[in-house]
């Protein structure tokens, strides 16, 4: 069977990772994430993420070439057993790189997923969420922890992000609509677009989103 190469594209905070971490299980996928990957490099105070934890922080894009160097050399490591790509590419820029690169290893996109939701939604979203360093998600109100600010998986504490705070989260949503909303044109006209709403229940964004790669998975094989 070919390989599975998706893209999650989508404001923050409208399920991309919660639906990454279901995919990745449904098609063992690696999961390539350029949030995580950013934020493992300025916890090890790596060039790198010294370099990028200033534009993280004021809820900016890391720039481009920094973000596609990074990139490429992940997905190189990861080999041709397809992959899931998290928060990249974010920018016209980063969507060309990543085109070239494809193109040059005779790989093609599968599918670029498209989680939407209303700004209002996105905003009480992420400003309820917390996190664990493991990576667990939780949100006060929607998906509350068992004991407050404590991990019902491995026990660590929880925090909220510094991005999640409310100033930085208008500034990231504005980022999405200035720098990376015109990529679901720019995929719309290379027909590999397909659109979830991501304000509905993750279950059953989750049960849309493996139906139509099911079919797509099918008709490849007509
Ligand atoms: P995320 O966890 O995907 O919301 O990403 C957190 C932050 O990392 C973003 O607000 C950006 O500062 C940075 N970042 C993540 N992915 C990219 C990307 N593809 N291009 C530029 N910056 C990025």
Not at 78 to 95: C, K, M, S, V, Y
Request: glycine share 10%; proline share 6%; net charge negative.
């Amino acid at each position: 069977m070919s390989e599975l190469n998706l893209i999650l594209l989508g404001p923050p905070g409208a399920g991309k990772g919660t639906q990454a971490q279901r995919l990745i299980k449904d098609w063992d996928l690696p999961h390539i994430s350029t949030g995580d990957l950013l934020r493992d490099h300025r916890e090890r105070a790596t060039e790198l993420g010294q370099q990028a934890g200033k534009y993280m922080s004021e809820g900016k894009l890391v720039p481009d070439d920094l973000v596609i160097a990074m990139i490429f050399e992940k997905i190189e490591q990861q080999g041709d057993d397809g992959f899931l790509l998290d928060g990249f590419p974010r920018t016209i820029a980063q969507a060309d790189a990543l085109g070239d690169e494809l193109d040059k290893r005779g790989r093609r996109l599968t599918a670029v997923l498209l989680i939407d939701a209303p700004d209002e939604e996105v905003i009480g979203r992420l400003s309820g969420r917390r996190v664990c360093s493991d990576g667990h998600v939780y949100h006060v109100d929607n998906d509350p922890p068992k004991h407050p600010d404590v991990c019902d998986q491995d026990g660590k504490p929880l925090r909220q992000r510094d991005d999640d705070k409310p100033e930085v989260i208008q500034r990231r949503l504005d980022t999405y609509h200035e720098q990376t909303k015109p990529l679901i044109e720019y995929y719309e006209e290379q027909g590999v677009l397909r659109a979830f709403d991501g304000s509905r229940a993750p279950g059953e964004v989750h049960d849309h989103i493996r139906a139509t790669l099911a079919t797509l998975r099918l008709e490849e094989r007509l």
